[in-house]
């Protein structure tokens, strides 16, 4: 069974770090791009950053450019999402979502395409 949980959100005042994890099972994570979106109230979801099966990075939000790290270690089956520098305007649902790598760069994946998704974790940014 495939499942992908994200954990590590929280309310936090603005400024200060939070890291995201995203543990992956029932699938060979080496074989997928991961990536990190989210949802603000109101909003379309976006894509926030994601990495290729061969660790290559992606920032695809310019708000989060130089804040915002994605990383992942196959062995533990986990992608997580440093997040620093936190503002009010990150507060929102974020979701890990995997899909297989097929020769496409994960920036260029339509959000309709990728294959798996989790729950989500809620991050509030308030002072």
């Known amino acids: 069974q495939v499942q992908l949980v994200e954990s590590g959100g929280g309310l936090v005042t603005p400024g200060v770090s939070l890291r995201l994890s995203c543990a992956a099972s029932g699938f060979t994570l080496n074989r997928y791009n991961m990536g990190w979106f989210r949802q603000a109230p109101g909003k379309e979801r976006e894509k926030v950053a994601c990495?290729?099966?061969?660790?290559?990075?992606?920032v695809t939000l310019d708000s989060v450019r130089g804040r915002f790290t994605i990383s992942r270690d196959n062995a533990k089956n986990t992608v997580w999402l440093q997040m620093n520098s936190l503002e009010s305007e990150d507060t929102a649902v974020y979701y890990c979502?995997?899909?297989?790598?097929?020769?496409?760069?994960?920036?260029?994946?339509?959000?309709?395409?990728?294959?798996?998704w989790g729950q989500g974790t809620q991050v509030t940014v308030s002072s």
């Open positions: 979502a995997a899909v297989v790598a097929s020769g496409f760069v994960c920036p260029v994946v339509p959000q309709d395409e990728w294959d798996y």
């Open positions: 990495i290729n099966y061969d660790a290559t990075t992606y």
